[in-house]
C-alpha cells in the first residue's frame, strides 16, 4: 500500500501535470469505489484543476467548478475535491495519450488477481488522463468526490502529519503516554500520526533501534526522541528519494529502498544479521534482532496462537 511518501510523490506529480487542466471526462468504471453521491462525478467535467495535495495517505485533486462565478477561478473555497486513498492494491497511472474508449460501469470486482482492474478515469483538454486501478479481488480502493476534504470521516480524524514542524518529540511524546501499546501500533495509527502504514513503520523502528512490540508507556525521554528521529529521517529520505519520479516507477522504488520490511531472510544494512519477520492472520512486520531487540527472537503470532 502507497504510504506518505509515495502519496506525497504522486500528489506533486499530479499538482505539476493536471493543475490549470480542464477536465473533459471522469469515469466511473468500479461503482463499489465511490463513496459518495452529491455531487455527482459528473460535476468534475468542465472544471479545473487548482491543485492536488495530501492528506495522510489521502490524495485530493481540487477541481474549480466550470459554474464558478468570473474570478472564482482557483479559489479553494468553491472547488470540489476528488479525494482518494489507493489502499493495498490500488494505484494511479498517468497517461500523456488517455484512451477515449468509453468505460462501462460494474458492480462486481472483475480482474482479480493480479491485474489492476479500472475503477476511474480522469480525462484532460490535452488529452492527458490518469486511471485509479486496483488489483486483487479484495477491492478497498476508495474515492469520495466532496466540497470539503473534512467532509469525510477519515481525513476530518487524521492525527498530526509527521514531516510538520508541529510534530516535535513532545507531541510524539504526549501521543506515546496517552494510551499504553505496541509502538508499532501506534506509528500505524492514523488518527495519532498521518500517513505511516504497515512498511515504513518496520522501517522507522529499524531506523530507531527498538522492538515493534515495546509499549508506549515503557519509553525513556531518549528513545522517544529517538523514534522521533527515525520518523523524521526514514520519511525525508523516502520522501527525497521519491519525488520528482514518474507515478509509474514509485512502487518499484519503494521496495528497493526499504531498510528491513519486505526483506526477510536478506541482510540487515546495518550489522548483516538476517532480516527476521512475524506473521499475523492478514500481513506480517520485518525486524532485525540485534539491532532492535537485543538479539531476542520474536515469536511467530500465528504459531503461537495456535500453541496456545
Ligand atoms: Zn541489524
Same mark, same amino acid.
Given at each position: 500500500?502507497?504510504?506518505?511518501?509515495?502519496?506525497?510523490?504522486?500528489?506533486?506529480?499530479?499538482?505539476?501535470?493536471?493543475?490549470?487542466?480542464?477536465?473533459?471526462?471522469?469515469?466511473?468504471?468500479?461503482?463499489?469505489?465511490?463513496?459518495?453521491?452529491?455531487?455527482?462525478?459528473?460535476a468534475?467535467?468542465?472544471?479545473?484543476?487548482?491543485?492536488?495535495?495530501?492528506?495522510g495517505?489521502?490524495?485530493?485533486?481540487?477541481?474549480?467548478?466550470?459554474?464558478?462565478?468570473?474570478?472564482? !477561478?482557483?479559489?479553494?473555497?468553491?472547488?470540489?475535491?476528488? =479525494?482518494? !486513498?489507493?489502499?493495498?492494491? &490500488?494505484?494511479?497511472r498517468?497517461?500523456?495519450?488517455?484512451? $477515449?474508449?468509453p468505460?462501462?460501469?460494474?458492480?462486481?470486482?472483475?480482474?482479480?488477481?493480479?491485474? *489492476? +482492474?479500472?475503477?476511474?478515469?480522469?480525462?484532460?483538454?490535452?488529452?492527458?488522463?490518469?486511471?485509479?486501478?486496483?488489483?486483487?479481488? %479484495?477491492?478497498?480502493?476508495? =474515492? !469520495?468526490?466532496?466540497?470539503?476534504?473534512?467532509? =469525510?470521516?477519515?481525513?476530518?480524524?487524521?492525527?498530526?502529519?509527521?514531516?510538520?514542524?508541529?510534530?516535535?518529540?513532545?507531541?510524539?511524546?504526549?501521543?506515546?503516554?496517552?494510551?499504553?501499546?505496541?509502538?508499532?501500533?501506534?506509528?500505524?495509527?492514523?488518527s495519532?500520526?498521518?500517513?505511516?502504514?504497515? *512498511?515504513?513503520?518496520?522501517?522507522?523502528?529499524?531506523? *530507531? %533501534? #527498538?522492538?515493534?512490540?515495546k509499549?508506549t508507556?515503557?519509553?525513556?525521554?531518549?528513545?522517544v *526522541?529517538?523514534? !522521533?528521529?527515525?520518523? &523524521?529521517?526514514?520519511?525525508?529520505?523516502?520522501?527525497?528519494?521519491?519525488?520528482?519520479?514518474?507515478?509509474?516507477?514509485?512502487?518499484?522504488?519503494?521496495? +528497493?529502498?526499504?531498510?528491513?520490511?519486505?526483506? $526477510?531472510?536478506?541482510?540487515?544494512?546495518?550489522?548483516?544479521?538476517?532480516?527476521?519477520?512475524?506473521?499475523?492472520?492478514?500481513?506480517?512486520?520485518?525486524?532485525?534482532? #540485534?539491532?532492535?531487540?537485543?538479539?531476542?527472537?520474536?515469536?511467530d503470532?500465528?504459531?503461537?496462537?495456535?500453541?496456545?
Amino acid at each position: 500500500m502507497p504510504e506518505l511518501p509515495e502519496v506525497e510523490a504522486l500528489v506533486r506529480f499530479l499538482d505539476d501535470r493536471a493543475t490549470g487542466r480542464t477536465v473533459v471526462a471522469a469515469d466511473v468504471a468500479q461503482i463499489a469505489a465511490l463513496k459518495t453521491f452529491d455531487p455527482p462525478v459528473t460535476a468534475l467535467v468542465g472544471g479545473t484543476v487548482a491543485g492536488a495535495r495530501r492528506h495522510g495517505k489521502w490524495l485530493d485533486l481540487a477541481v474549480s467548478p466550470s459554474t464558478a462565478p468570473p474570478g472564482a !477561478h482557483g479559489a479553494a473555497d468553491d472547488a470540489l475535491h476528488l =479525494v482518494f !486513498h489507493l489502499a493495498r492494491g &490500488g494505484w494511479l497511472r498517468w497517461s500523456e495519450k488517455a484512451p $477515449t474508449t468509453p468505460v462501462r460501469p460494474r458492480l462486481g470486482g472483475g480482474g482479480g488477481g493480479k491485474i *489492476a +482492474s479500472l475503477a476511474l478515469r480522469v480525462r484532460f483538454d490535452d488529452g492527458s488522463g490518469f486511471d485509479l486501478t486496483e488489483a486483487g479481488t %479484495r477491492k478497498r480502493l476508495a =474515492v !469520495h468526490f466532496v466540497r470539503d476534504p473534512a467532509e =469525510v470521516r477519515a481525513i476530518e480524524t487524521l492525527g498530526v502529519e509527521p514531516l510538520d514542524p508541529a510534530f516535535t518529540p513532545e507531541v510524539l511524546a504526549g501521543l506515546m503516554a496517552a494510551r499504553n501499546q505496541q509502538v508499532k501500533g501506534l506509528l500505524r495509527d492514523q488518527s495519532s500520526i498521518a500517513g505511516i502504514g504497515n *512498511a515504513y513503520s518496520d522501517d522507522i523502528l529499524h531506523a *530507531a %533501534r #527498538t522492538s515493534p512490540f515495546k509499549l508506549t508507556r515503557s519509553f525513556t525521554p531518549d528513545e522517544v *526522541a529517538r523514534v !522521533h528521529a527515525a520518523v &523524521g529521517e526514514v520519511l525525508g529520505e523516502a520522501v527525497a528519494a521519491s519525488s520528482g519520479r514518474p507515478a509509474a516507477e514509485l512502487k518499484d522504488a519503494k521496495r +528497493s529502498g526499504m531498510r528491513v520490511h519486505g526483506r $526477510t531472510g536478506k541482510p540487515c544494512p546495518v550489522c548483516g544479521d538476517t532480516v527476521r519477520e512475524v506473521s499475523f492472520a492478514d500481513r506480517s512486520l520485518q525486524y532485525c534482532a #540485534t539491532c532492535q531487540t537485543g538479539g531476542q527472537v520474536l515469536a511467530d503470532r500465528r504459531l503461537s496462537r495456535l500453541l496456545k
